[in-house]
């Protein structure tokens, strides 16, 4: 959250966290915030903040990096990969997954693609990760264990 938003609303203030890159903290599990910008959506709209979060879980490091290709600055064990979203192209998407280098990555951001969407955009990425790395989406509703 962002600063200016937290200091306008004491109410608010009072139930947030501001987190910043680097910053340690505890949120029932141990979690580290990483980045802070938002991808850029079109150079004409004004840059906004994102901070993404490396969780571990019970010594399985899990990385949401947001609405950000930011990378989390170590190894991560999971990545929840944004594949969709008005600020990425599957090539980007592909690239950061790449870069990651996660063993496995699970799809997020990607309510706007539909059935036919998800099916090239599943093909696309799992030919284009690491042959070792293993990507999966999973369904709405569904849990899935880390």
């Not at 093909?123 to 999973?138: K, M, Y």
């Amino acid at each position: 959250m962002r600063r200016e938003i937290a200091d306008a609303d004491p109410e608010v203030a009072e139930r947030v966290q501001v987190v910043t890159a680097g910053q340690d903290f505890d949120a029932g599990l141990p979690v580290t915030g990483v980045g802070e910008r938002h991808a850029v959506v079109h150079p004409d709209l004004p840059p906004t903040d994102n901070t993404g979060f490396v969780v571990d879980v019970g010594g399985t490091r899990v990385y949401h990096p947001g609405d950000s290709f930011t990378p989390p600055g170590r190894p991560v064990d999971v990545l929840l990969l944004p594949v969709a979203g008005p600020w990425s192209k599957v090539s980007e998407v592909a690239d950061f997954g790449r870069l990651v280098d996660a063993p496995r990555s699970v799809a997020i951001h990607d309510a706007l693609l539909n059935d036919t969407g998800l099916r090239v955009f599943g093909t696309i990425l799992g030919g284009l990760l690491s042959t070792e790395a293993r990507f999966e989406r999973v369904a709405p509703g569904s849990d899935v264990e880390i």
